[in-house]
């Protein structure tokens, strides 16, 4: 509060040296070190200035002696197949496959070349087989890679192979088998800025990893684990790719984050506005690593607070867009407050009578950029009302501005996961793969 509201006193430096102090009593050097160079760079001239220039080389050299110290093995945990399938295209008319060498299309069960060619192919559906440049193949479904290079869909590179498959509508489906850690290379760089801080990218490396897998093991019934959109994690493959990033995917290789021995699906989002809310009352399971507590890292983040007017108008045709069947909106009353300041329903009062709907549904249906978060409060407004909130995104699991922030402060990946994440280890996967 000192060095907030009266930066300019005498109190203020004392304020912050002796933050310094405490943070390297306790063995928290990365803080420390930031605290003291914080100091120098604000009060050149204090009157702690000397001792403070002693305690900042202290805090740096404690922070390398740690980082020296050999690092205790990680638990292990084995899978048996880390490839995943990602969905790139979906009821496509047709796709254009290129690459620097011939491209070979298998059957997918008999694993038999059906066409090769060089330069483009383009694929589409007819009547469900597949087509390839204008010949007809005796296929609904197939295998495409790359002799050489890297294979790209409609000029967009990714690593791996393709299955694309043709349905009875003449509409094309395309899913990219991509080994994990390759797949974390067009991941990371998509969720988290790579000029953010190497231990902000290796919790995201971490999060990202133990989502997919998670994911993936509850999809073995389904044609595919993940889609390439917010909908999974935003992947944007090998274009998508960054030297900072795909040092921190492979300085973790392998890293994922377990809650009693098994993979824990890490949800995470942009900001939690200074509170993390609990999985429970986003959706529907109640995971004991993924509870709401107070998260100062994620406060007073640029843009983190916001404000937002809309009509009842709006809101009315953006839910019954989702077939709720609202009529003309006279209220809209945010219910059941969680701990974390979350609303946990939006009752909405209309002519057709009054619908309740879960603040995160609320949130999706409105618009998820347009309502950034469920962190809010309702002010109303002539026509309609006015939204304050903080935080963007379900605030649940890791806040990825809040890892920025402790990263800044010399946390290293692990602890900024073991803050996010409640009880969890970080576990060294065993796989044939890896």
């Not at 914080?38 to 900042?56: C, F, I, M, N, T």
């Not at 070349?113 to 609904?140: C, D, F, I």
């Not at 839910?319 to 909405?348: E, H, M, T």
Request: aromatic fraction near 10%; charge should be neutral; proline fraction near 3%.
């Amino acid at each position: 509060m000192l060095i907030k509201d009266y930066p300019g006193s005498n109190f203020a430096q004392d304020a912050l040296f002796n933050t310094g102090m405490v943070h390297y009593e306790k063995g928290t050097f990365g803080q420390a070190y930031q605290s003291f160079k914080s100091y120098l760079e604000k009060y050149p001239d204090g009157r702690h200035r000397q001792s403070a220039e002693v305690w900042v080389e202290s805090a740096k050299a404690e922070m390398g002696a740690e980082k020296e110290k050999e690092p205790a093995p990680l638990p292990e945990l084995s899978v048996a197949d880390t490839t995943l399938r990602v969905l790139i295209r979906d009821k496509a008319t047709s796709v254009t496959l290129s690459a620097g060498g011939p491209i070979t299309i298998s059957n997918t069960f008999s694993g038999e070349a059906v066409y090769e060619g060089l330069g483009s192919l383009t694929l589409a559906a007819r009547s469900g087989r597949l087509v390839v440049n204008g010949r007809e193949l005796k296929v609904s479904e197939c295998i495409a890679t790359a002799n050489e290079g890297i294979l790209a869909l409609d000029g967009k590179r990714y690593r791996g192979s393709f299955r694309v498959s043709a349905d009875d509508a003449s509409k094309a489906q395309v899913i990219n088998h991509v080994d994990l850690e390759a797949y974390l290379y067009g991941v990371v760089p998509r969720e988290m800025s790579p000029k953010w801080a190497e231990d902000a990218l290796k919790a995201q490396a971490v999060a990202a990893r133990s989502y997919a897998l998670y994911i993936k093991q509850k999809s073995t019934d389904k044609p595919y684990d993940l889609v390439a959109t917010i909908a999974s994690q935003v992947y944007g493959g090998y274009d998508a790719e960054n030297a900072a990033s795909t040092l921190a995917v492979d300085a973790t290789r392998g890293e994922v984050i377990t809650y009693d021995g098994r993979l824990t699906i890490a949800y995470f989002h942009a900001n939690s506005g200074g509170f993390t809310e609990s999985a429970k009352n986003v959706w529907v399971a109640d995971l004991p690593y993924l509870r709401g507590t107070r998260d100062q890292y994620s406060d007073n983040i640029q843009n983190g607070k916001w404000d937002l007017a809309l009509s009842y108008l709006t809101i009315q045709e953006r839910l019954n867009q989702y077939g709720l069947n609202v009529g003309a909106i006279s209220q809209i009353r945010p219910i059941d407050i969680s701990s974390s300041g979350r609303p946990l329903k939006v009752a909405v009062e209309s002519t057709r009578g009054g619908t309740v709907l879960k603040s995160n549904d609320f949130r999706l249906k409105v618009g998820a950029r347009t309502l950034r978060s469920t962190l809010f409060r309702v002010q109303d407004n002539t026509g309609g009302v006015q939204i304050i909130g903080k935080g963007f995104g379900h605030g649940v699991g890791m806040s990825q501005w809040g890892a920025y922030r402790m990263a800044q402060e010399g946390h290293d990946y692990r602890g900024i996961l073991q803050h996010y994440y409640q009880g969890v280890q970080i576990t060294s996967l065993t796989s044939p793969s890896l």
